[in-house]
């Protein structure tokens, strides 16, 4: 006997078990018949991350190399990351990192009900690339003092070794990460979970704390600069974009969607 599973295009994503089940008269027979994963599909015209481009999918979904560009404004530097997003256990790692997150342990029900939302997802696995929230998350970040006793964030060179080794060590944050690395685990768990996602990097990136829309100095009335404000400007920054609607906005918002996981602040 042959089965055809034909999914809606917003069915929400994950591991499901398939059982068959057999009526006869008044009885009922039960029989597993295996499981299967279901994602999210770029290629499928009904589902929010449809890309109507092939050359796009193949670069954003599909591609396991990338590069990402770091540095400063008059020197930038061009890194090789190897995003490995279909490598062995990488599925089962990010599936997991979806049941880890805070939001699945707050509401399990409600939390699994909106995985057909790649808004939803983003904002999942962004709060779980870092370990920002006494949430399991993936990494540490640290940007000062010695990194002796555990990874420089400047020796990673791929995001495949990172998950492995966050998910031998039972899913304790792995040490340590700045937001390129952040970015690029990302990109990693979308494009594993079929959501079309690249990196962008900024450079003289505004940091503004205080939410007013400017970065903030403050001198006295010598001209000598105070050190109270907490705005800042980094040297460079970098964040990831996923390609989907958006219902909730309006047809004009559909397209690049912006998504930090560097956890300057609580991630959520």
């Known amino acids: 006997t042959n089965f055809t ?6 069915a ?19 029989r597993f018949l295996g499981q299967f994963v279901l994602l999210f599909n ?4 009904g589902d929010a991350v449809y890309m109507a481009n092939e050359n796009e999918r193949q670069e954003y979904v599909l591609n396991e190399n990338g590069i990402i560009f770091v540095g400063n404004a008059k020197y930038i530097e061009a890194r ?7 490598q062995d256990h990488l599925l089962n790692i990010c599936l997991t990192m979806l049941d880890l997150s805070l939001y699945y342990r707050q509401d399990a029900a409600i939390d699994v009900s909106r995985r057909g939302d790649p808004k939803y997802v983003g904002r999942v696995i962004s709060s779980m690339i870092n370990g920002n929230d006494n949430d399991n998350g ?3 970040g640290k940007w000062q003092g010695s990194f002796h006793s555990h990874e420089n964030p400047s020796r990673w060179d791929g995001s495949v070794v990172i998950l492995q080794k966050w998910r031998q060590d039972n899913y304790k944050p792995v040490q340590y ?7 690029g685990v990302m990109c990693t768990v979308l494009r594993c979970l079929g959501i079309p996602t690249r990196l962008v990097s900024n450079f003289n990136s505004a940091h503004d704390v205080d939410r007013n829309l400017s970065i903030d100095k403050y001198y006295d009335s010598s ?5 109270i404000s907490k705005d800042s400007t980094w040297d460079y920054h970098v964040w990831n974009e ?3 609607i958006r219902p909730d906005l309006g047809t004009p918002y559909n397209g690049w969607q912006v998504l930090d996981a560097t956890p300057q602040e609580q991630s959520k």
């Open 5 to 10: 599973i034909s999914s809606p295009a917003n």
């Open 12 to 30: 929400v994503i994950g591991r499901y078990n398939l059982t068959l089940l057999v009526t006869s008269g008044n009885k009922i027979f039960s």
């Open 42 to 45: 770029p290629w499928c015209s």
């Open 80 to 86: 090789g990351w190897y995003y490995g997003q279909f």
């Open 138 to 140: 993936v990494l540490l």
């Open 177 to 183: 990460g700045q937001c390129w690395v952040f970015a």
């Open 223 to 227: 001209g000598k600069s105070l050190n």
């Open 242 to 244: 996923s390609w989907f």
